[in-house]
């Protein structure tokens, strides 16, 4: 019994020892590497300060012109009204013509206009009515516009009928309340999906681009030719590559609570947890990709367009999924990034949501485990 148990105990020992010599020998590669450093450590640096500071889907100190036909106190206090308003930036403006030639233009993006009979007519049953034009160019724009102006109007109504000690009549009465992010800034949206953005560089785009890279340098022949198998080979770039690509969401989640100030209310361990299957998926995807083209250039435009602009586009880190055509909604079910986008969004800003986190989990585990048998299975020694 001990002379058969002896040489497993050694076969064993053999591949453990060959298995840290193959995830050294990744590290020392990672280290030697520049562009390895440069897309797992400066390349989220400088997407979090791009969309941290300089990407926003808020309407914020919007250019429009005001113009009061006929001036009065009522049309001057509607203006101080928006003029006090961080929402706009207004130009007054002493006639339609001139305010028309700045909409042209693009000077500004909206026309607020009060016609010479505005005071007398507020003074009515029905009101007066102020004219709004805005440049329908961009949509989302445009529809911000117009409803911070009618939200302004409601709420000078309402401040002039208390100062002068009458309730202001509606037929309805609404009363706002914002749930997860209530500063409504898109800055808290936007940064928690880049941590989706971000593991997809490293785990599918490096991944990719490395193992392509060993093929042109002639280093996996070399290997071929050791004792290693295949499977020591992609559990040693796998453990190399899961380990970089964990710093980088530790970077990237540390800059989105302590320099943008974006809440984590959920558990920072179920964000480990799922993204670690997320991390799995992406590797298995780069690897795919890099068993399958074994030119740097083929596989990092695979990984482009199979991997990164689909979580880009079509993952929810900017675009509704649910505002998307029936035919492109089905796309994204083969997307892996709009599962994690949906976990990490939930988990900043609404907390350990389980009836979101478990099925978007179990979907991870699915296609990570799909990716990682492809691979398993496409991978032989073998150079043909």
């Not at 009618?150 to 509606?170: D, I, P, T, V, Y």
């Not at 060993?214 to 280093?219: L, N």
């Not at 909604?329 to 709009?338: D, F, L, P, S, Y």
């Amino acid at each position: 019994m001990s002379t058969r148990g002896g040489p497993d105990i050694r076969l064993r020992g053999g591949q453990a020892m060959r298995l840290r010599g193959l995830i050294r020998k990744e590290f020392l590669q990672i280290v030697r590497d520049p562009s390895s450093i440069a897309i797992a450590f400066l390349m989220p640096f400088f997407l979090l300060l791009l969309f941290g500071y300089g990407v926003s889907l808020d309407a914020d100190r919007v250019p429009i012109a005001l113009v009061a036909e006929a001036p009065s106190p009522d049309s001057a206090d509607f203006m101080a009204a928006l003029q006090g308003s961080h929402s706009f930036a207004p130009r007054v403006m002493a006639s339609m013509p001139e305010a028309e030639e700045a909409l042209l233009k693009g000077e500004v993006h909206g026309i607020v206009r009060l016609r010479a009979d505005f005071p007398r007519r507020l003074r009515l049953p029905e009101g007066a009515p102020v004219q709004v034009i805005v440049n329908g160019v961009d949509a989302n724009t445009a529809r911000l516009v117009l409803g911070y102006v009618e939200g302004a109007w409601g709420n000078w109504l309402a401040a002039r009928a208390a100062g002068q000690g009458q309730e202001l009549k509606l037929p309805v009465a609404l009363q706002t309340r914002i749930w997860f992010n209530s500063e409504v800034k898109s800055r808290n949206y936007l940064v928690p999906g880049l941590v989706a953005i971000i593991m997809t560089l490293i785990g599918a785009l490096l991944t990719a681009l490395v193992m392509a890279r060993e093929w042109e340098r002639g280093t996996m022949e070399a290997l071929m030719v050791t004792p290693v198998s295949m499977t020591e080979v992609l559990l040693g770039k796998l453990v190399a590559y899961f380990t970089l690509g964990t710093g980088g969401m530790l970077l990237t989640v540390g800059l989105a609570v302590w320099l943008f100030e974006v809440p984590l209310r959920g558990s920072f361990w179920v964000l480990w947890m799922c993204a670690s299957l997320f991390l799995l998926a992406a590797l298995g995807m780069g690897l795919t990709i890099s068993t399958l083209a074994r030119s740097q250039f083929v596989a990092g435009q695979i990984a482009l367009i199979a991997t990164f602009l689909p979580a880009f586009l079509l993952s929810g880190f900017i675009f509704d999924i649910g505002s998307m055509p029936a035919g492109v909604q089905v796309i994204t079910q083969a997307i892996v990034a709009r599962y994690f986008v949906a976990i990490v969004q939930t988990l900043f800003l609404a907390g350990d949501v389980w009836s979101v986190i478990v099925p978007n989990a179990l979907a991870l585990t699915v296609l990570a485990a799909i990716f990682l048998t492809i691979t398993w299975k496409k991978s032989r020694k073998r150079l043909d």
